[in-house]
């Protein structure tokens, strides 16, 4: 995997405007969805490469600790993503909870039709708002990616499989720096009608803050309906469960999380750190938020896939926390 | 990440935190989110690092590592600077320095060094060292005021309306702190009304500015709205501060709760250092260069330059031989000579 150096200018990201509004702000939602990317975002960008019995253990507690989507590995070329290389043992090994989904990641038709065959009943894609982070991540263009996502859009409908959309960079990229929400709205607006049902909002270097959440949000929002997005936040600069908050407060009610805090994009260095589930969860029960999960069977996953891992969980509530 | 030590964890059990006890009960639920305020123009960020952060390090740093500190965080644009503390050195062998720290530090003529005094005679040495300012510390829980400093909230409230009086006489502010203000290692959740009591007081006493601290880390942001919506009944809001601990994660979703009601004062500690030691296992002070990061982010003006503050961040974390706790100094190249902050 190719890193490469951080070369952007960090006062880009700073929001232009003086004044963030805070009139637009909504009640709460009473109900949040948990989009759990562990087993998937989390381990794909991680060093030890991890066997798929502990893959399927993983997968299987996290469904025990009640979480509703979980996204449980991707149909990408084990030349690109090894971590990924026993997809379809992984998918036929879970045991799959009623009422719980599990998503996976498929890039083009090939990978859709290997993913159907091993079993899956939906998947997902991902765009990005910015050319140069989809040239160097999937090398092809923005639009290119779209009209291969179009072959799996086609083929997903026929077959009625659900398609979630990913938009990566929403809030910054590694190379271009920052990134306008017209361009993150444009991308949004696009795997929406192709028909995602759902167009999780990725700040895949975890660089956006509260402000550039809010205005990324109010652009998405005039062309993709608020109960089809959600937001996909990485922690790198601390910012994750602030701009979660922020997303809450403008209406989004799907927040995508990492148990135990792992992984990130492979792409973008530095860019590690998805937020961690636990803490994610934490905060919604602090508010009274419904998420249907299980925060000490949560832990218990966290800390299952830690010491698998023989690393520290990245969720400070795990590290807080002392079981008595 | 974090910083809990391996022996020292959080004495709440895991059923008091994570049960259906810790969801905020109907009194303190709120229908709808609290009345938000514009954000304000400029938030003022008092940086407690050398403090409230060195003072929980178990690493002894001698007094030229917290002068240099001090005099690298005087350049950073930040306008308070906790220098010290001047309780007995018995209780806090962190700080048996503060009398050199003081007189040592090259006071910038636009940096004011508030140092914490518990009682009558630790303000009067205070005051001796060259100290303009000085800081007390209630708690919102009798059972943490108790166990922190030996006394009850009504006789450390008497001890401290000794020193405001002294203060005043000699024409030196006070700065008051509510610990435990979203829940309390020992008692658990803390009701919005005590915190209430316990920061009016120390406001009527004559405290020109109350810091409500999240001592445990604990507190989310349904509980900071709760409370500080009581607080703000009591307490005019130019008068608050919020010192948010991460010890859970959640201080910069708890210090935005704030800012979006009205409050413009924010403790935050360079690096993440420290945190209170009578309170097992709440380390984890905010790290200011976060907050300072989301703030810009939000295009609220701090007067910090950021860059500068993870400068000082690394000299004091190389010295104490640990990693930062700021996401944003381990995210930041720092190789890059022409790396441009925002201001």
Request: aromatic share 6%; proline share 5%.
């Amino acid at each position: 995997t190719q890193f490469i150096k951080r070369s952007y200018d960090v006062t880009c990201v700073c929001v232009s405007f003086s004044q963030v509004s805070l009139s637009g702000l909504k009640p709460l939602p009473e109900k949040v969805k948990i989009v759990e990317v562990g087993p998937r975002d989390g381990l794909q960008n991680e060093k030890t490469i991890v066997p798929a019995d502990v893959k399927i253990r993983l997968i299987d507690m996290l469904s025990e600790a009640g979480l509703p989507v979980i996204e449980a590995t991707s149909f990408v070329s084990p030349k690109w993503v090894p971590q990924m290389a026993d997809q379809e043992e992984v998918m036929r090994g879970i045991h799959r909870k009623p009422g719980v989904s599990y998503p996976v990641l498929t890039p083009n038709l090939k990978g859709y039709r290997a993913a159907v065959k091993a079993g899956a009943m939906e998947v997902a894609i991902f765009g990005a708002a910015s050319e140069l982070f989809s040239k160097r991540n999937i090398n092809c263009s923005v639009e290119e990616s779209l009209q291969r996502f179009e072959e799996v859009m086609s083929a997903a409908r026929e077959e009625k499989v659900p398609v979630r959309g990913y938009v990566s960079c929403v809030l910054g990229c590694p190379y271009e720096g920052s990134v306008s929400p017209s361009r993150v709205a444009e991308v949004a607006q696009r795997l929406y009608s192709m028909g995602c049902y759902e167009v999780s909002l990725g700040d895949t270097v975890g660089m956006g803050t509260p402000g550039g959440m809010a205005a990324m949000l109010e652009a998405v929002m005039r062309e993709v309906p608020v109960h089809a997005l959600a937001v996909h936040c990485h922690d790198t600069y601390g910012q994750a469960l602030a701009n979660i908050l922020v997303a809450l407060q403008n209406g989004v009610s799907v927040v995508d999380a990492s148990v135990a805090g792992l992984g990130g994009c492979p792409y973008a260095q530095g860019a590690s750190g998805n937020v961690a589930t636990e803490d994610v969860v934490y905060m919604l029960h602090g508010l009274s938020i419904h998420t249907g999960v299980d925060l000490p069977k949560l832990m218990d996953a966290g800390s299952y896939i830690c010491r698998s891992l023989n690393r520290r969980t990245s969720s400070k509530v795990a590290q807080a926390s002392c079981k008595l | 990440m974090g910083n809990v030590p391996n022996a020292v964890k959080h004495c709440l059990s895991y059923e008091n935190l994570m049960g259906e006890s810790f969801r905020l009960p109907s009194s303190f639920q709120e229908k709808k989110w609290p009345e938000v305020h514009k954000f304000p123009d400029f938030v003022k960020i008092v940086e407690v690092g050398p403090r409230d952060g060195l003072q929980n390090e178990k690493e002894m740093v001698p007094t030229e590592i917290k002068i240099q500190l001090i005099d690298m965080l005087s350049q950073t644009g930040l306008s308070v600077i906790e220098a010290t503390s001047f309780v007995s050195s018995k209780w806090v062998v962190q700080m048996a320095d503060h009398n050199e720290v003081l007189t040592g530090i090259n006071k910038s003529p636009h940096v004011r060094y508030p140092v914490l005094t518990p009682n009558i005679q630790g303000f009067q040495a205070a005051v001796e060292a060259g100290a303009a300012e000085v800081a007390v510390f209630g708690s919102a829980s009798e059972t943490f005021s108790r166990k922190n400093i030996n006394c009850s909230v009504e006789e450390s409230m008497q001890r401290f309306e000794q020193v405001i009086c002294a203060a005043r006489q000699a024409c030196i502010p006070v700065r008051g702190y509510v610990s435990c203000a979203l829940g309390c290692p020992y008692e658990g959740q803390v009701h919005p009304a005590q915190v209430t009591k316990v920061a009016k007081r120390l406001h009527e006493l004559g405290c020109y500015e109350v810091s409500l601290g999240d001592t445990t880390g604990m507190g989310t942001a349904g509980s900071m709205a709760a409370m500080l919506r009581a607080v703000m009944a009591e307490v005019p809001i130019h008068a608050l501060a919020v010192h948010c601990h991460d010890t859970y994660g959640q201080a910069l979703a708890n210090i935005l709760t704030a800012l979006q009601m009205g409050v413009s004062v924010v403790d935050s500690s360079v690096a993440g250092l420290g945190g209170c030691p009578y309170a097992e296992g709440a380390s984890g002070n905010v790290s200011t260069e976060d907050v300072v990061y989301m703030l810009h982010g939000l295009g609220i003006q701090t007067g910090v330059d950021l860059a500068k503050v993870i400068e000082a961040g690394d000299f004091i974390c190389r010295a104490l031989k640990r990693p930062t706790n700021s996401k944003v100094s381990q995210a930041t190249s720092r190789s890059q000579p022409s790396f441009n902050m925002c201001e």
